[in-house]
C-alpha cells in the first residue's frame, strides 16, 4: 500500500493524543505499519500539540515529509494553517471552524485573522478544504469535548483510511466505554458532515 | 486485571510509545527495580513503571533527583538485582558525578541508564547531545532508531550490563521516545527482587589505589565492547555506491525517506552502537567511497570519529556534514533538511518545491497568533505571581526555576528573571542578593525545591544571604505529567508513605522566616512577602493550593460542578487590570469591557480579589 500521512493540528487539551490511538490501533488490529509523532510536555498548557500519523511499509520516520501530507485535520483553524505547509496539493485539509483565542490574542500582543482569511489561505496548500464547525456538532452529540472524535468520523467519510469504517467505530467504543454512546454519536455527525447527510 | 503491557501474550503486538516499548524490553530482560526523577522526553518511562510496579511485581521509585536515582539503581544492582533508571538529557548532569565514577567499578546486576535528549527544546533548556557522554565515562552507549528498536535496545543493555560488569546508556531523543509503533511482545521472566552484597574492595570503593587499576581495567573493556560492536546487529550496512551515508538515531529514517523520494543509490551505514563505535565496520564502509554524508542530529559526533578514521581507511574521501554546512547543528533534523542536503550534494531536484512553500509560510505566519503554553486557568501560580509582583512593584530581582511557573518569565507576570537548571533559585539568588542591591525575591516549585534548591536554601542560611524564597506548592510534579515526589505523601506505584514537608525541611536548614500561606488569597501573600523584605536574612513563604490540573481530575471523579465567575457588565470599567496583571485565559475581552469564558473558568474566584472595582463575581 501507498503510505498514508495525516497531520493534527491542535491546541493543548482538544484530544489529539486520543484521536490518534484510535486511528493507530485500528490500524495496528488489521496488520499495518505505524508510525505515531507526539508532542507531549510544554504542550499541553494550552500550547500547540503537532501529532503525525503514518500508515504503510513506507512509513519509516515519525514525522511526516513536508509536501506529502494526504490529509491535515485542523482541530482550530489557526491550527489548520499553521501545519497547512505539510500538505500534498492533491491533499484534503478538515478544519473544525471553533476559534480558540491564544492568550496573547486576548492581551492585545498578538493579532487573530478572521476564520475566512485563515480558510482561504489554506486553499492555498491544496484545494480540497473542508471547513465546519466540529465542535458544535460535537456539543450537538452531547458534550463538546468529543470533537477530536468528530474528526475522526470525519476522516473516515473521506475514504482513504486503510480499514474499515465498522472497525473504527468499535475501537472507540472499547476505547471508550464510559462515554460509548456520545463518542459514537460524534463519529457520525463528522462522518455526515463530510458526506453530505 | 494486570495492565496489558504486563500481561500481553508473548507473539501480541501492543502500539506503544519508544518509552513504552523500553520499559517492555526492560521487563522481557528481568529488570527488578527502577528509580528515577521524571523529565520530558523520558518521563513515560517511569511513570509507566509506576502504573505497572504492583502488576509487574517489580519495586519503583520516584527519587528526589537523578543523582539519587543512580545512586539506588547502582545499590540495588551492586546486590545483584537488575536495575534501570531513566532521566531527561539535563539529569544526566545531574547524575554525572556518580555516573563518571561507577564506570570505574564493576557491578553485577545489570545497570541501564536512560537518557534522553530533546533536539530541538522542545521542553528543555539545552540542546546537549549525551552521545558525548561515552568518551567521558568509557562506558557503553546504544542509540536506537524507532520506538520497536528502543524496546530491543532495552534488553539487550541488560546483557551487555552483565557481561561487563558496568552501567550501560541507553540513548533516546524525543522523536524516539515519543514516536508510537507496533510492538511485537516477547516473553519476559519473572522479576528477582532479593539481591547479596558481596564485598569488592577495589571495584567499590574508589580510593585512588583502585581507581587507578580501575582506569586500567576500563580502558581494556572498552576495546572488548569495540569488537563487539563491530558485529552488532544494531548496526546495519547497505547499498553499494561511491556515494556514502553514515547515520543514527532517528535521523536513519529521514536517510531512508529522503532517498526513496529522491530516487537516489547511496551506501548507508546506520550505527545503534554509538559507543566504543565500530571502527572496522566504518572502514569497511568507507572502502571504495568518493564521497561520504553524515547524517546526525546536534553534535558532530560521528563526523568527527569518521575523519579520523579516513584519515587511514580512505584519506581521499570527501566529507560532508556539518562542518559543510549541509547538516546544522542545532534542532533537530526531519526529512526534509536531509532531502535538501542530498539534493544540493546529487544535484538532484527535490520533489517538492520548497521555496515556494516557504514564501506561503512566510506569508500566513503574518495571519497566525502565537500559541504559546500558559498556566491553566485556576492555577495558583498566577495568583501567587501576582501577588509577588504587587509586594515588590516590579521592582525586585525575581530569580526563578524549572517547572509550569517558569511560564511567569513572559507576560503579563513577568516575574522570574532567570531558569537555569534544577534548584538554581536558590544558589544565583545567594549570589545575586550580596551584591545587586535590590530586592531578590526567588520562586521554586514544591518538586524542584526537594530535587536541587535544598543545598542553596542551606548555603543562604550559612552564609547570612537576605533574599524571599516564594515556594510555590501545589503538591505535585506538574510539568513533567503530575508525578508525586517526597512532599506529596505518595510514592511510586502508588505507595503510602511520610509527607516530607516544605515548611520542615525549611526550618531543618535554620531559615527562621517560614510562613504559609494559601496561595489563592492574594492579600495575604501579598502581606507576607512584604514582611519577609523587612527579615534580616533568608525568608521561605510557601504559597500552598492544589494544582488546578489535579483538582478538576479530581471534580470529574466525584462529579463536582464548577461554579464559574461571571463579570457584570454595568461595574466593568473596562481598565483591563484583570487582563494585563493578572492574565487569567478564561478572562477575555468583548469590545472594552471584559467577560468570563464560563467554559474556561476553573471557579479559584481570584478575579474576584483582583478587580478594582468588584465587577467579578460568583454566577448565581
Redesign the interface.
Known sequence: MKTLNIVVGSVGGQGAILLSRLLANTAMKAGINIRVGETHGMAQRGGVVETHIRFGPGAKGPLVPEGECDVLIGMEPAEALRFAHFMSSKGTILCNTHRIVPVPVSLGFAKYAENSELISSLGKFCKDVRAFDATALSAQAGNNIATNVVMVGAIAALGVLPFKTEDLREEIATLLPKYKEVNLKAFDLGYGQIKGK | MADILVSAKPGT?L?L?GNEAIVRGALEAGVSFVSAYPG??S??ICDTFSRIARDAGIYMEYSTNELVALEAAAGAALCGVKSMTSMKHVGLNVAADALMSLAYGKIKGGLVIVSADDPGC??SQNEQDNRLYGQLSYLPILSPS?PQEAGQMAKEAFLVSESHQCPVILHTTT?VS?????IKIQPKPQPKLKGEFTKDMQHHVMLPLNARKNRKEIIQRLETLRSEHEKSWFNSLSGNSDFGILTSG?S???V??AL??LKLKAKVLKIGTIHPLPEKLISKFLTGLKTALVVEELEPYLELNLRAIAKDANPKVKLLGKASKHIPLDGEL???IV?EALAAIRKKKP????SR?DA??R??TL??????????PGCSHRSAYYAIQKATKKSAVYPGDIG?YT?SAL??QRAMDTCICMGASTGISCGASKVCGKPVIASVGDSTFMHGAIPGLINAVYNNAKFTLVLLDNTTTA???HQPHPGTGVAGGGRKTTMVMPEDVARGCGVKFVEVVDAFDTKKVQDVISRSLHHDGVSVVICRQECAYLLNRRRVKTREKIIPYKVNADKCIGCKHC??DF?C?A???RGDKVYVDA?LCNGCGVCEQVCPVKAIGREQ
Open positions: 503486538q502500539l510509545l520530558t522526553p518521563s513515560e522542545h521542553s524507532d522523536r515519543h514516536a508510537a509503533s507496533q532517528v536513519y529514517n529521514y531512508l525517506e526513496s523520494s526531519n526529512t526534509r532531502t520533489p517538492v518545491d520548497y512553500r506561503l509560510v506569508k500566513i495571519l497566525l497568533p502565537t500559541r504559546p503554553p500558559v498556566m491553566c509550569c511560564l507576560p503579563p510539568m513533567t505529567g487582563i494585563n492574565g485565559p478572562i477575555l475581552l467554559m
